[in-house]
């Protein structure tokens, strides 16, 4: 088996390019999402628990298995740790033996990029050239470099509660070639917005982007609603806008939807995001509509992000050969692996 520790995928990233990794993802995403009816498919289980919540992603084809294990802490920060972590493995399907052991912490940061970048390239303005990010945390940076990969973005308005991660923002796109405008609060930064990507991670139903903010034209992906509870899209502004979720069972109890009955959900949901990938349904048809995409993470994003990190880990000869399973000649005699 293969184990990628956080340092193995800093160095895959380095060989590959952090562009190409990203672009690289995004068809491997594209791939699997095509194929979303061969994949067995279910709500996360999710802990909640005291300050977060904890949760298993699960997911099979009929070559793989693949979980990721993550948190969500909002509070965390306060104690210097980090509000989510992740691990992921993958097994093969045929005998059941693990192959991959990830670090998907930063793992998820590349992949839920990914997955809005799909979104925008079906969603947005071709000419969308400026960018509002509402939360300038861990996602921040990941979403902006990937936003630039599908449409000419050349300023990015940014705001965040705290003004120390506004600042680790800006340095660390200081060399990105972007146009940084820091905005005083959320509504600013909107201004002449032609996409916004939203990313908080308050555990509650805020109204972090008010409707009356927001004009014809605009696409947002709203990525912080994802858990019972937590939203930031004022509900108006759903029935209003063409909306893109990833799986709608999961949806209708973590995402932005969360806030409809189940009657309205069925009339402002326009598609699930592998619809446009496969050409069912056409993502953006003019110029005024607005567009959301209601994402909340799924597992399958983080099946496709596992299955490039193996096959780039084997490419360049990168990551551990560990034995996390018994390799013994007599398989009934487990015993023996004790000597």
Request: aromatic fraction near 8%; charged fraction near 20%; glycine fraction near 8%.
């Amino acid at each position: 088996m293969k184990l990628i520790t956080v340092q193995d995928l800093a160095v895959i990233v380095k060989h590959h390019g952090f562009d190409d990794f990203m672009r690289d993802l995004v068809s491997y995403l594209k791939q699997d999402f095509i194929r979303w009816s061969e994949f067995d498919k279910s709500p996360r289980y999710a802990a909640h628990v005291p300050g977060g919540v904890l949760e298993l992603m699960p997911t099979a084809d009929n070559q793989y298995f693949s979980y990721k294990c993550v948190n969500g802490h909002p509070a965390n920060p306060f104690s210097g740790k980090q509000t989510v972590v992740a691990t992921g493995q993958m097994n093969e399907i045929q005998y059941g033996y693990p192959v991959l052991l990830s670090e998907m912490t930063t793992l998820t940061g590349f992949r839920t990029a990914a997955t809005a970048i799909i979104a925008t390239d079906y969603l947005a303005r071709q000419n969308s050239s400026v960018l509002a990010i509402i939360g300038t945390g861990a996602q921040s940076e990941f979403q902006t470099l990937a936003q630039k990969l599908v449409r000419p973005i050349k300023t990015v308005r940014y705001f965040d509660t705290d003004p120390e991660a506004m600042l680790k923002f800006a340095k660390n796109l200081a060399n990105s070639g972007l146009e940084l405008i820091a905005c005083k609060d959320a509504e600013e930064a909107c201004f002449g917005a032609d996409i916004i990507t939203v990313c908080t991670a308050c555990k509650l139903h805020a109204i972090v982007i008010q409707d009356a903010w927001v004009k014809p034209g605009v696409h947002i992906n709203g990525l912080g609603g994802d858990c019972p509870g937590k939203t930031e899209l004022e509900k108006a502004m759903l029935f209003r806008s063409k909306v893109v979720v990833e799986f709608t069972e999961q949806s209708m109890v973590e995402g932005e939807i969360q806030q409809l009955t189940p009657a309205e959900a069925k009339d402002v949901i326009y598609a699930e995001l592998w619809e446009l990938i496969n050409g069912n349904k056409v993502g953006r048809q003019n110029d005024d509509e607005i567009t959301i995409f209601d994402s909340v993470g799924f597992a399958v994003e983080d099946f496709s992000a596992l299955r490039l990190t193996h096959d780039l880990a084997h490419k360049y000869g990168i990551g551990h050969d560990v034995d996390m399973v018994p390799n013994i000649q007599d398989p009934k005699n487990l015993i023996s692996v004790l000597g």
